[in-house]
C-alpha cells in the first residue's frame, strides 16, 4: 500500500501564510510528479500546483506568485507555502502523486490522493 497524508491546513487571515506538507509512505519504487490540487464548495477539484521529480513546476494561474510548491525527495514529501492567502483560496487542499510502487517483483504505476486538508481564509 502507498499512503499520502497532507498536513498544515487551518484558518489563517487574508494577507496571511500558510504551509502545508504531503508525505508519501510505502512500496515506492519512484516518485514522479507531485501536486496539489483544492476544491472549493460547490465547484470541482482544480490544479494549484505541481511539481516534477525534476523539479520543474507547474502553477494555476490565479496563485502565480503567491503560492510556492516544493519537494524533499530523500523525504518523499511536496510542500506548497501559500502567501498572500485571499478568501478565494479556501478549499480543500488535496495531494497528489504519480508514482511506480513496487509489489514483490513488480511495477506498477498509480495515481494517488490524499485526504486533503481544509484552508480557510477568513478574517
Known amino acids: 500500500q502507498v499512503h499520502l497524508v497532507e498536513s498544515g491546513g487551518g484558518l489563517v487571515q487574508p494577507g496571511g501564510s500558510l504551509r502545508l506538507s504531503c508525505t508519501a509512505s510505502?512500496?515506492?519504487?519512484?516518485?514522479?510528479?507531485m501536486g496539489w490540487y483544492r476544491q472549493a464548495p460547490g465547484k470541482q477539484r482544480d490544479l494549484v500546483a505541481d511539481?516534477?521529480?525534476?523539479?520543474?513546476?507547474n502553477y494555476a494561474d490565479s496563485v502565480k506568485g503567491r503560492f510556492t510548491i516544493s519537494r524533499d525527495n530523500a523525504k518523499n514529501t511536496v510542500y506548497l507555502q501559500m502567501n498572500s492567502l485571499k478568501p478565494e483560496d479556501t478549499a480543500v487542499y488535496y495531494c497528489n502523486a504519480d508514482l511506480l510502487r513496487l509489489t514483490g517483483d513488480l511495477l506498477d504505476g498509480m495515481d494517488i490522493w490524499g485526504k486533503g486538508t481544509l484552508v480557510t481564509v477568513s478574517s
Open positions: 510505502g512500496s515506492i519504487f519512484r516518485l514522479n510528479t
Open positions: 511539481i516534477t521529480s525534476g523539479g520543474t513546476t
